[in-house]
């Protein structure tokens, strides 16, 4: 046995999940699956398809699905998902007093329709993009701004808005869209958002820094492939060359354009027509390549996407959402995996990024083609996904008030997992409920500061998360503190772990002492004078529920005690169940 299908077969073996997927380490280069569908129809708890692919597993492993959760939890976590703002209270009444069987669905198309969506989907989108604004932390205090980058920005939640189909959105990420669809012309600068060496680098260094981050970024992004160790030699456990690799290189080779110089000093460019480096160096100089693809998702000659006047990129974006004989299955089921890993907090594969060997393996394989076969007869639409997913009894489940043993990562989706907001949506949440949130949308980045000065966050810059200027050598006072995405690769799967920064933040930063005072006067606004009132619209502003009868009796307590509503604002802000969504 080579040493090459050795370590396949001992990763296959350490990181399998068990059935036939699990032994095969090439598991996504195969044809999405047949469509059948699990023999559970007749189950009432099923409430979609989806459903039964859940069920037929979980009874396979003795589990229960939880009964569904309350409505004033249901809103909250659909509004989380979907826009990543609380619902009004007005919204979560009409909700709770709707008895029509259609309620919850009308309230998934409400927030679907609302523009507020794109905002919080486009954010999804640009950690995978590795989107960023500057030219990152190698170039010390050349980190110059990029003017224009924001318009990248803008273009992805004009997309989400629309729905734009998702192989037209890939399409747009490396060719002009028509005409008609100029808004989406700034995706282009896809391939270009990553980082920069500094200007004293050796210039052959930076064209290859450039080109291998434009390599890796698109295997991540849409092939969930890693391509990074074919630089060097073929990789040791996915089907992917060295000779692939330098193929795939060609198709960017000229749009990296690197001036021959660093700093004042000279020095001409080694390579100037695409070829394989010998160990992963341009000093060392192999044979000419052509652009070409990956061959396990090829299913016919280059020449079958290339050529009749198409360029090199548009060739590539053709292959990308080939569904017959290109890449177009894999991009499908890369693309629901994601949409599946943001609205439950995992993916069906938990390595949204890496589909290959050193990944995990589907914990549901047949959903997992299921889905993708619907995301393409359905036109490649997002928000018929979301649909779904979101109609299911799966997602509708409550959290469990324990462990079940038999599955303690709850990868068999037997309950709905609590989960941690991410960084951005803190942030937002707090300025919604304390009423000073700043609901314009488009437009230039507000500045986060430079790297000589972060600034801090004030008034006039209380708009939503996605409009801070991404500065890669400067950290947000806020996001911060909650694991915000790393900007210089693609991020697939964010960390999502309370830490003692974040506990400190709760009680001391200055930025939330500010947003309590509004918050106390909001509820001062709204709730009048009596102190029940008071404390119930506080809870119905902040956690989308009622107080509990204790948590009413602590309210009373704490506020008859001397302390004031700022400091009762201030200690609604600070519980756990404000930055989780169960």
Not at 71 to 83: C, F, G, N, Q
Not at 226 to 246: L, N, Q, W
Not at 513 to 530: P, Q, V, Y
Request: glycine share 6%.
């Amino acid at each position: 046995m080579n040493s090459r299908l050795y370590l396949a077969v001992v990763f296959a073996f350490f990181f399998g999940n068990g059935g036939a997927v699990a032994d095969d380490p090439q598991w996504s280069f195969k044809p999405l699956a047949d469509k059948v569908l699990p023999g559970l129809d007749d189950s009432p708890w099923i409430a979609n398809p989806l459903d039964g692919f859940i069920l037929e597993k979980l009874k396979d492993h003795d589990l229960m699905p939880q009964d569904q959760a309350d409505r004033h939890s249901l809103i909250r976590r659909v509004s989380a998902t979907l826009t990543g703002l609380p619902p009004s209270v007005a919204q979560i009444e009409d909700f709770l007093t709707d008895s029509d069987p259609g309620a919850y669905a009308r309230m998934v198309d409400r927030l679907l329709a609302s523009p507020h969506y794109g905002e919080r989907w486009a954010r999804h989108w640009l950690d995978v993009a590795r989107f960023g604004e500057s030219n990152g932390i190698l170039t010390v205090n050349e980190d110059k701004v990029r003017g224009d980058a924001w318009q990248y920005r803008d273009a992805v939640i004009r997309a989400f808005n629309a729905d734009l189909p998702f192989d037209q959105f890939v399409r747009f990420q490396f060719v002009d869209s028509p005409e008609g669809q100029k808004s989406y012309r700034p995706l282009r600068q896809f391939i270009h958002l990553g980082t920069r060496l500094q200007n004293n680098a050796d210039p052959n260094d930076k064209q290859f820094h450039r080109l291998d981050d434009m390599i890796s970024t698109t295997g991540n992004a849409f092939l969930g492939l890693t391509f990074g160790c074919a630089r060097c030699h073929d990789h040791p456990v996915d089907p992917i060359t060295t000779e692939e690799y330098y193929r795939f290189s060609a198709i960017f080779f000229d749009q990296v354009r690197e001036s021959p110089k660093a700093s004042r000093k000279k020095i001409p460019l080694a390579i100037t027509r695409p070829r394989i480096l010998l160990k992963g160096s341009w000093a060392t100089p192999g044979p000419a390549v052509e652009p070409g693809y990956v061959y396990k998702l090829m299913h016919q000659p280059v020449e079958y996407w290339q050529g009749q006047g198409k360029g090199d990129l548009e060739s590539l974006a053709h292959w990308l959402t080939d569904t017959g004989q290109g890449a177009g299955e894999q991009l499908a089921r890369v693309m629901v995996n994601r949409i599946w890993h943001y609205h439950f907090g995992r993916g069906l594969v938990a390595t949204p990024n890496n589909f290959g060997s050193l990944g995990s393996r589907p914990s549901h394989p047949r959903l997992l083609d299921w889905l993708a076969v619907q995301f393409i007869k359905g036109g490649w639409k997002i928000k018929p996904i979301h649909r779904l997913i979101l109609g299911s009894s799966t997602y509708r489940q409550s959290s469990a008030r324990q462990l079940a043993a038999e599955d303690t990562d709850n990868s068999l989706l037997w309950e709905y997992r609590p989960r941690r907001l991410e960084a951005e949506i803190i942030r937002d949440h707090l300025l919604s409920v304390a009423g000073v949130l700043r609901n314009e949308m488009f437009g230039q980045s507000i500045s986060i500061g430079n790297y000589k000065k972060s600034e801090d966050d004030r008034p006039e810059s209380w708009r939503r998360s996605i409009y801070l200027q991404v500065h890669r050598a400067v950290r947000h006072p806020t996001l911060s503190l909650f694991d915000p995405p790393d900007s210089e690769r693609s991020d697939g799967a964010r960390t999502s772990a309370s830490s003692p920064q974040s506990a400190l933040f709760a009680l001391n930063a200055p930025f939330l002492w500010t947003l309590s005072s509004h918050f106390a006067k909001r509820i001062e606004k709204e709730a009048g004078e009596d102190m029940v009132n008071r404390i119930e619209h506080a809870y119905m502003l902040a956690l989308c529920r009622p107080p509990r009868e204790n948590e009413l009796e602590i309210g009373l307590r704490f506020l008859r005690s001397g302390n004031t509503l700022i400091d009762y604002a201030h200690m609604i802000f600070g519980l756990n169940e404000f930055i989780y969504v169960h």
